[in-house]
């Protein structure tokens, strides 16, 4: 059995919500290239092109919304909510190949004796971008709050607030070090900033890959999920006098699917007590907000059950 429950209703919010992401990461991002490239900064074009390359993946979360929320069609039966799980992945796969690729040049930098940072404007560009990527994530964050596609929009914004105070923080230090005449520790600074960008986000993509490939091997929901489904068992058993089910449940982006067999005994239930049970677990579970297909069974059978 299948119900919309709030899926449906928070769609237009999860687009409206990417869409002001992009927008938000457009001004951002060519703002960054521009004055990095005005400053010779690596670590500001580095920066700007993180954040450009946000925009690209924030359309493909866009898209993969809009199929997503599409509804089954004759050859998609089940619709396309794996393409939720999917987007992300790509997500993760895409930001974790940029950190590498920005790593392994901020590296050879540092092996070639560094380069020239104008630390004053990046302590500038640092605070400035510090300010906007908070206020941007906290805006976000208000909106389809249920969406797993928002909250990895949001998870990236806040991100990038923290590591624009580590460049505002490493520049400032690199500010000092020129006062006490370390000039040649300070050429250093730019590429090292940019690894330390490298390993501060990096845990941001490794997050992404993992929760998107646990919801593609049909692994078990969240803890929350799982807790809300064990209360909800808890209620109907006490409420029908039922034995212990069997119960399996996997979350496939905002589409939850769950099974409760019960195995009782012959000639105590009959189809209109069944769908009593029915009608109890699935009304606590469309609570969670999800789109929920759910089969609640009584059978006599245990092979059934299992």
Known sequence: MSTSGGAAAGAADERRTLVRSIAAAAVLGTAAVVWGVAAQSRVLIFDGVFVLLGIVLSALSLVASREASSGPTARFPFGKRAVTPLAIAVQGAALLGTLLFAAADAVAIIVGGGSDVAAGTVVAYGLLTMTCSFAVGRWLGRGATGSD???????????????????????????????????????????????????????????????????????????????????AVARARAEFALPEPFVRATKLGERLYVEIDFVVAEGTWDVEGEDRVRRSLIGALEELGYELWANVELTTDPALAR
């Not at 949001?154 to 400032?172: D, E, H, I, M, P």
């Not at 005449?181 to 250093?188: E, I, M, N, P, T």
């Open 149 to 231: 596609l928002v909250a990895a929009e949001v998870a990236q914004w806040r991100a990038g607030t923290v590591l624009s105070l580590v460049y505002a923080v490493g520049a400032a230090l690199a500010l000092l070090l020129s006062r006490w005449a370390l000039d040649a520790v300070v050429r250093y600074v730019d590429p090292g900033l940019v690894l330390l960008a490298c390993l501060v986000l990096a845990p941001i993509p490794l997050r992404l890959l993992r929760d998107a490939g646990l919801e593609l091997l049909e692994a078990a929901p969240p803890e929350p999920v799982r807790a809300a489904l064990a209360d």
